[in-house]
Structures are given as structure tokens and as C-alpha cells.
């Protein structure tokens, strides 16, 4: 049994205040319901556990009956901050549960392909994320405001989601995490603390989140079906 947790509920604070980014249309329906859809299509997925803010519950039913979609799902309210919204989702999975894909709400582009892709990985691995080797130039910076020196970029990779796992590896990352009171905002981190190894799954088609509004148009064109 492979189950998906889609984490649906943070505040999104730099979209701008009162903006549930999660719920800005793109391409005829809300950001969520793409990424929902997405992994609800994926053949090996079996359910889809939703993590949501208190009080979002019906909208989230809602949803579900709009576009019927084509897998059982559940609502899990979220925790005080991502690790702990993971963690409540990791609680809820079915009791047949052998492997997990953790993506975050505002991702609505992730390819089935790639989904799969890590789902392969982390049953070969026991833990794989979705990235992209980094191609721009960086600088590091002391001040903010001069840059100090360049950085070697041939071994940096930037991630993304879906992070898939076996479910126990998983399990112990976070419960790890959570007994040294650290708060981690990627999963795969968790995974280095306990000397796990990730595997890298290349997202070859253009997988954005949604973090600013100028992030809305380009999303827009790639959710857009082509003619």
C-alpha cells in the first residue's frame, strides 16, 4: 500500500496577508485541487491523507465532491508547524501502509512520472526526493548586502516534493527529530540525523510551489492544457 499526504496547512505568510495561497484559482480551479488531482491519478497510490488547519474541513469535503476524485482520502488536522503536520499525517496512513509520498499543497504542477520515479527510489533506498541540480550562480553573503565569496555549485541540488519513504524509515526520522526538540522544515533532513540515505529522483519537467504572487503566472501556463 503506498499512501500520499498532501500537507495543507500552513498560512503561506509571504503570499501577503489574508491570502490562502492554497486556495488562489489557477487554470479553472484552486492551487490544492491540482495537487490533489495529481497524486490521486497516480496508479500505485492507494489513499490520499490530507493535512489541514482546524476549522478548513469543509472546504476540503467540498472539494473532494466538486471534482470526485478517484481515491479514498481522509483530513488530519495539521500541527503548530510542518514536522509536526508531517508527523499527524504519518499517524493516520492505512495500517497497510509500506510506503509514503509527502508533497506540499502549493506544488499543483509534480509529474505522474516523477511521482512514481520516487516511489521506485524510496523502495530501493528507503527514503528519495524529488530535485533539480542547481544551475544559477551563488554567492554567499555575511551582511546581506556585499557578497563574501562564490559558491561551488557542481554538488548542490535544490529539492523539492514529492519525498517518498519507506514508512518506517520515515517513522524514525521525524520521532528522531522530535526527541532532540528540532524542528526540521524538510523531511530528507530528518533522514540525515539518522544516517539514512536519500536518493536523488531528477524532476525533469518544471515542478514549482506557489510561494509569491509572480509565481502564479508561470504556474498558470504549465497547468494549462495544451491545444
Given at each position: 500500500?503506498?499512501?500520499?499526504?498532501?500537507?495543507a496547512?500552513g498560512?503561506?505568510?509571504?503570499m501577503?496577508?489574508n491570502?490562502?495561497?492554497?486556495?488562489?484559482e489557477?487554470?479553472?480551479r484552486?492551487?490544492?485541487?491540482?495537487t490533489?488531482?495529481?497524486?490521486?491519478?497516480?496508479?500505485?497510490?492507494?489513499?490520499?491523507?490530507?493535512?489541514?488547519?482546524?476549522?478548513?474541513?469543509p472546504?476540503?469535503?467540498?472539494?473532494?465532491?466538486?471534482?470526485?476524485?478517484?481515491?479514498?482520502?481522509?483530513?488530519?488536522?495539521?500541527?503548530?508547524?510542518r514536522?509536526?503536520?508531517?508527523w499527524?499525517g504519518?499517524?493516520?496512513?492505512?495500517?497497510?501502509?509500506?510506503i509514503?509520498?509527502?508533497?506540499?499543497?502549493?506544488?499543483?504542477?509534480?509529474?505522474?512520472?516523477l511521482?512514481?520515479?520516487t516511489?521506485?527510489?524510496?523502495r530501493e533506498?528507503g527514503a528519495?526526493?524529488?530535485?533539480?541540480?542547481v544551475?544559477?550562480?551563488l554567492k554567499e553573503?555575511?551582511?546581506?548586502?556585499?557578497i563574501?565569496?562564490t559558491v561551488?555549485?557542481?554538488?548542490?541540488w535544490?529539492?523539492?516534493?514529492p519525498?517518498?519513504?519507506?514508512l518506517?524509515?520515515?517513522?524514525?526520522?521525524?520521532?528522531?527529530a522530535r526527541?532532540?526538540?528540532?524542528?526540521?522544515?524538510?523531511d530528507t533532513?530528518?533522514?540525515?540525523?539518522?544516517?539514512?540515505?536519500?536518493?536523488?529522483?531528477?524532476?525533469?519537467?518544471?515542478n514549482?510551489?506557489?510561494?509569491v504572487?509572480?509565481?502564479?503566472?508561470?504556474i498558470?501556463s504549465?497547468l494549462?492544457?495544451?491545444?
Amino acid at each position: 500500500m503506498i499512501s500520499a499526504i498532501i500537507v495543507a496547512a500552513g498560512k503561506g505568510t509571504r503570499m501577503g496577508a489574508n491570502v490562502d495561497k492554497l486556495w488562489l484559482e489557477v487554470a479553472g480551479r484552486p492551487v490544492v485541487a491540482h495537487t490533489w488531482q495529481r497524486f490521486a491519478e497516480v496508479p500505485e497510490i492507494g489513499e490520499v491523507i490530507l493535512v489541514v488547519r482546524e476549522g478548513m474541513q469543509p472546504y476540503f469535503h467540498e472539494l473532494a465532491t466538486q471534482y470526485s476524485f478517484p481515491k479514498p482520502y481522509r483530513l488530519v488536522v495539521g500541527g503548530a508547524e510542518r514536522q509536526d503536520s508531517v508527523w499527524n499525517g504519518l499517524a493516520a496512513v492505512a495500517h497497510e501502509t509500506q510506503i509514503v509520498a509527502i508533497q506540499d499543497a502549493a506544488r499543483p504542477c509534480t509529474s505522474a512520472e516523477l511521482i512514481s520515479a520516487t516511489i521506485v527510489a524510496a523502495r530501493e533506498t528507503g527514503a528519495a526526493v524529488a530535485a533539480q541540480p542547481v544551475t544559477d550562480t551563488l554567492k554567499e553573503t555575511v551582511d546581506g548586502k556585499v557578497i563574501s565569496r562564490t559558491v561551488d555549485r557542481s554538488k548542490l541540488w535544490a529539492v523539492q516534493t514529492p519525498q517518498t519513504f519507506r514508512l518506517e524509515v520515515i517513522r524514525n526520522a521525524i520521532a528522531t527529530a522530535r526527541a532532540q526538540n528540532l524542528q526540521l522544515t524538510d523531511d530528507t533532513a530528518a533522514c540525515e540525523l539518522i544516517g539514512q540515505p536519500v536518493r536523488l529522483v531528477p524532476s525533469r519537467q518544471p515542478n514549482p510551489k506557489v510561494t509569491v504572487p509572480a509565481d502564479l503566472p508561470f504556474i498558470e501556463s504549465l497547468l494549462q492544457p495544451v491545444a
